[in-house]
């Protein structure tokens, strides 16, 4: 990750000199170097490099351009890394909106937002409004994704994990079995996913 960074920070600077202020490609450095912060658990770096690339975007970008609601996604991601579940929430909700503008009305980066979203509530212990996220988050997914895709899957261990928390364990178990079966197909049979699968399983079990 540091050579990472050292790299994204000399493409950078050759920009600045060569580029107009608020050129798109600035933003999309500074976007590079968030992403690499994130990984890092770097929160506040990546936060600043983040909002820096928004900042540039906001200038650079028409006003629902889907990169402002990429910028506005991988805020988010960062405040909920941080535990800011109020301030996540508020990025992808934004992210959302523009998406709803710019997008398809069946298209993945939706049912991600509307995953996010529930993701958010469920680690805010709001469990009815994470299920109706993931709810909209697999209406979307059945639509653009094949029947047996890994996104599906993940989709239903989500549910899985909020009826887990929620007590309501054979509804729990219902869920992490579809996820099972379709891992079973998509994946190879020592993928580190199915072993997830079966411990979930085994814990709802217990």
Do not use: C, W
Not at 40 to 54: I, W
Not at 67 to 75: E, G, K, P, R, T
Not at 90 to 105: C, D, F, G
Request: proline residues 6%; hydrophobic residues 30%; charged residues 20%.
């Amino acid at each position: 990750y540091n050579e990472a960074v050292k790299f994204h920070e000399k493409s950078l600077n050759i920009e600045e000199k060569t580029l107009s202020p608020n050129h798109p490609d600035l933003a999309g450095s500074y976007n590079n170097i968030g992403n690499v912060y994130d990984n890092m658990g770097e929160y506040s770096k990546a936060l600043s490099s983040y909002e820096r690339s928004l900042e540039i975007r906001k200038i650079a970008l028409p006003q629902n351009h889907p990169d402002l609601a990429s910028s506005y996604n991988n805020i988010g991601l960062v405040y909920s890394d941080m535990g800011e579940y109020s301030k996540a929430l508020s990025s992808y909700e934004r992210s959302l909106e523009i998406e709803k503008i710019a997008l398809p009305p069946n298209h993945p980066d939706l049912a991600s937002s509307y995953n996010n979203i529930g993701n958010v509530y469920d680690k805010m212990g709001e469990y009815s409004k994470a299920l109706s996220s993931y709810e909209r988050s697999l209406e979307i997914q059945k639509i653009a994704l094949p029947p047996n895709h890994p996104g599906l899957a993940s989709s239903y261990n989500n549910f899985g994990m909020v009826y887990a928390n929620m007590g309501e364990y054979s509804k729990a178990l219902s869920s992490f079995e579809r996820s099972f079966e379709i891992r079973k197909i998509a994946l190879p049979p020592n993928h580190p996913d199915l072993a997830t699968s079966y411990n979930t399983i085994g814990v709802v079990y217990a």
